[in-house]
C-alpha cells in the first residue's frame, strides 16, 4: 500500500476527544475498539465529510489535509470511497443507477481500472441490477454499496463496520466478497470494526484505539486481544 | 366606502390604461406558450378550443374572466416563487446555526401579518413612485402595481411561507447522509443538490406548490391594495366576490364563483395531500 499517514484532534460537543496518529503501508488496515471510541470519525475526516479541528492527512503523494495550513482538499476530490455501515444506497436509484452514480463522476484517466462488467461479475450482482434498494436484502445492500464505492475507482476504500447487522452466514459470504474485491482491485482499504474476529478476517495490520486514542498497533498475525 | 372604491378602481383604470407595453412583453410569452392571440384584453391563460358555448352558458364573461385571470395569476405566483423558495427551503433545511430564526421570521411574516398589511407595503415598494416600481416602470416598462403582475406578486408573497415551509419539510426528510455519499463518489455540492437532494425532496416540492397555488387563488387582501379589482385586468375570484356581493341580488349571484373557488380549493389540497401521503408511505417502506 502507499503510505497513509493520519493525525487528528477532534472535540465533540459532549466533551469526548479524539485525539489520534497512525501511518499504515499495507493493503488492508482494521482499525478496531469499542462502539463511541470514534472509529466512524476517523473515516469521515478520511473522506472529507468532518472537518478536525487540528489534524494532517496524507495519502501517498498528496496531503488531503493539513490545518496549520489551511488545506482541506474538498469531499469530491479525494478519491477516497466509503461504504457506509447502513449502506445509504440512493433511494430514488435502481442497483444499477446506484453503481453508476460514481463511475459516471470519475476522473476519465481512472477509466479502465474498475470496470461496471468486472464490478458486476466479481460482486455477483448480476440479478440484482433492476432491483431497487428497499427490495435488497441485508447481504445484497451490502455488496452494491461497496460495488458503488468500487466503481467511483477510489484510491482508498473505507469501510464502516462492513458486517455489522448480518448473520453469521451472510458475514462469512459478504467477507469473501470483499476479499475478492481487494484481492482484483488491490485498492487500499482502511475498515473499523468494534469485533476483533471480524477484523482479524481482513486485515493485515490492526491498530486498536479506546477512549479516541490509539492503544495499541501491529501485524494482524501477531495481534491478541 | 364603495364609492371610495370605484374611484380607485377608476384611477387603476387608467393607469392600467397606461401600461399597455408591459403586457406586450409578458403576453408575447403566453401566447407562445398557451397560443393565445389577445393579448390586450386580460391575459387568458386556458385554450378553450370550442368551449366558449358551454361555459357561456355557465358563467358570465365577467366571472369567467375572474376565474381564467385567477388561475393565471396562481400559476405565476408560483412558477416565479420556486427558484427562491427551492434554494431557501434547502438553506432553512440544512442550515444549523442558531442565527437562522432571523431569516426564518422574515420568511413567515406575511403567513402572520394581515394580507393587507403585506399589500401596502408592497404597493409602497412596487406603486410608480416606490423604490423598486419606479425604477421597473423607468428602464423596463413594467408596470406592477394595477397589473396582473401585481396580482402575482402579491399572491406570490402571501402564499410564499407556505411553500417554503413545505418544502424545507421535504428537504429535512432527506437523509443528510445521503449527500455525503454522493460527495465520496466524485459530486460536486451543485450536482449533489440536483442528483439526491431534489429529486428525493421532489413531492415535497411539488405539494408545496400545490399548497402556494391554492393559497394564491384565493388571495385577496395583498391583491386587492396592490392589483386593484379591475374587471377583466386585475379581478380575481376573490375580488370578482366582493364586488358581487356589494350589488343588489349580488349574494345569490355570487354564488357560482364561490362554488368554483371551493371545488379550485378542494382540487389542489387533495393533490397535495396525495403527494404528501405517497412521500411517506415511501419513507416508511
Same mark, same amino acid.
Given at each position: 500500500m502507499s503510505q497513509l499517514s493520519f493525525r487528528a484532534s477532534h472535540f465533540y460537543p459532549g466533551g469526548f476527544r479524539l485525539d489520534l496518529s497512525f501511518r499504515?503501508?499495507?493493503l488492508v488496515?482494521?482499525?478496531?475498539?469499542?462502539s463511541g471510541?470514534?472509529?466512524t470519525t476517523i473515516l469521515e475526516i478520511l473522506a472529507g465529510l468532518k472537518h478536525p479541528r487540528e489534524g494532517f492527512v496524507q495519502l501517498a503523494d498528496?496531503?488531503?489535509?493539513?490545518t496549520a495550513s489551511g488545506l482541506f482538499v474538498p469531499v469530491q476530490q479525494r478519491g477516497v470511497g466509503m461504504v457506509f455501515q447502513d449502506q445509504l444506497l440512493f433511494p430514488h436509484y435502481s442497483v444499477q443507477g446506484n453503481l453508476r452514480f460514481g463511475e459516471r463522476r470519475?476522473?476519465?484517466?481512472?477509466?479502465?481500472?474498475?470496470?461496471f462488467e468486472r464490478v458486476v461479475e466479481v460482486l455477483e450482482l448480476n440479478g440484482l441490477l433492476a432491483r431497487h434498494p428497499r427490495n435488497l436484502s441485508g447481504g445484497e445492500r451490502q455488496r452494491v454499496a461497496l460495488g458503488r464505492a468500487l466503481l467511483s475507482s477510489p484510491d482508498l476504500l473505507l469501510l464502516d463496520e462492513p458486517l455489522t447487522g448480518l448473520d453469521e452466514e451472510l458475514k462469512t459470504r459478504v467477507l469473501d466478497y470483499i476479499r475478492r474485491a481487494i484481492r482484483e482491485w488491490r485498492i487500499p482499504t482502511l475498515l473499523v470494526a468494534h469485533d476483533f474476529f471480524e477484523v482479524k478476517r481482513l486485515a493485515d495490520w490492526v491498530i486498536s484505539i479506546r477512549d479516541g486514542g490509539l492503544e495499541r498497533e501491529g501485524p494482524a498475525e501477531e495481534f491478541k486481544v | 366606502m364603495g364609492e371610495g372604491r370605484s374611484q380607485t378602481n377608476r384611477e387603476a383604470q387608467t393607469d392600467a390604461g397606461k401600461s399597455l407595453p408591459t403586457p406586450v412583453l409578458w403576453f408575447s410569452r403566453s401566447q407562445l406558450i398557451f397560443g393565445v392571440q389577445s393579448w390586450n384584453s386580460s391575459p387568458r391563460c386556458i385554450p378553450r378550443p370550442g368551449s366558449e358555448k358551454i361555459v357561456g352558458q355557465m358563467f358570465t364573461a365577467e366571472e369567467w374572466e375572474a376565474i381564467e385571470l385567477s388561475l393565471w395569476v396562481a400559476t405565476w405566483a408560483v412558477v416565479a416563487s420556486l427558484p427562491l423558495a427551492i434554494p431557501l427551503g434547502y438553506f432553512l433545511a440544512r442550515w444549523k446555526r442558531p442565527s437562522k430564526w432571523l431569516i426564518e421570521t422574515a420568511v413567515n411574516l406575511p403567513l402572520v401579518l394581515p394580507p393587507v398589511v *403585506?399589500?401596502?407595503i408592497l404597493l409602497v415598494l412596487f406603486g410608480s413612485q416606490g423604490g423598486?416600481?419606479?425604477?421597473?416602470?423607468?428602464w423596463l416598462g413594467i408596470h406592477i402595481a394595477f397589473s396582473w403582475i401585481g396580482a402575482a406578486l402579491a399572491a406570490g408573497v402571501v402564499s410564499f411561507p407556505l411553500m417554503v415551509r413545505t418544502i424545507r419539510i421535504a428537504f429535512s426528510g432527506v437523509d443528510e447522509r445521503l449527500e455525503g455519499v454522493a460527495r465520496t463518489l466524485g459530486s460536486g455540492p451543485l450536482d449533489t443538490f440536483l442528483s439526491v437532494s431534489l429529486p428525493l425532496a421532489f413531492r415535497g416540492v411539488l405539494a408545496g406548490s400545490m399548497l402556494a397555488f391554492a393559497r394564491s387563488l384565493g388571495e385577496f387582501g395583498a391583491t386587492i391594495m396592490l392589483a386593484g379589482n379591475i374587471p377583466g385586468r386585475?379581478? *380575481?375570484i376573490p375580488t370578482a366576490v366582493f364586488s358581487l356581493v356589494q350589488t343588489p341580488g349580488g349574494v345569490s349571484r355570487s354564488g357560482r364563483l364561490v362554488l368554483v373557488s371551493v371545488l379550485l380549493a378542494c382540487l389542489t389540497l387533495a393533490v397535495s395531500e396525495i403527494l404528501e401521503r405517497r412521500r411517506q408511505r415511501r419513507e416508511s417502506a
Open positions: 499504515t503501508t499495507r488496515t482494521a482499525i478496531f475498539g469499542p471510541s470514534g472509529k498528496r496531503v488531503l489535509v493539513d470519475r476522473r476519465r484517466s481512472l477509466n479502465g481500472r474498475v470496470t | *403585506t399589500g401596502y423598486l416600481g419606479g425604477p421597473l416602470e423607468h386585475t379581478q *380575481t
